[in-house]
């Protein structure tokens, strides 16, 4: 079987959340150079919570997430190239 070649492929690692896990305070740290279109954080239930940013350096960015349970959430990072970065997040 014959694997298609991805230009750019996208790894966990691209998208690191420190630290992991926390408390609804992290930052995000993008590895690649993603200037970013949009994030969004979803719940186990698949709803979007609530988050503010501060952008702290090019791929560094620093989110607080607003009334938030104790879980395991999903990052999604949209880069204004088209590229989507993925990454779990765990609120103790």
Do not use: W
Not at 46 to 73: F, H, P
């Amino acid at each position: 079987e014959v694997v298609p070649h991805m230009e750019n492929p996208i790894t966990p690692s691209d998208l690191l959340v420190v630290p992991n896990p926390n408390d609804g305070i992290f930052e995000l740290h993008m590895q690649d150079n993603c200037i970013i279109q949009s994030i969004a954080v979803i719940d186990a239930l698949g709803k979007t919570v609530e988050a503010t940013s501060n952008r702290l350096e090019n791929n560094y960015m620093q989110l607080k997430l607003s009334n938030t349970k104790a879980g395991i959430y999903v990052i999604i990072v949209e880069c204004a190239d088209g590229r989507t970065l993925q990454s779990r997040l765990v609120v103790n």
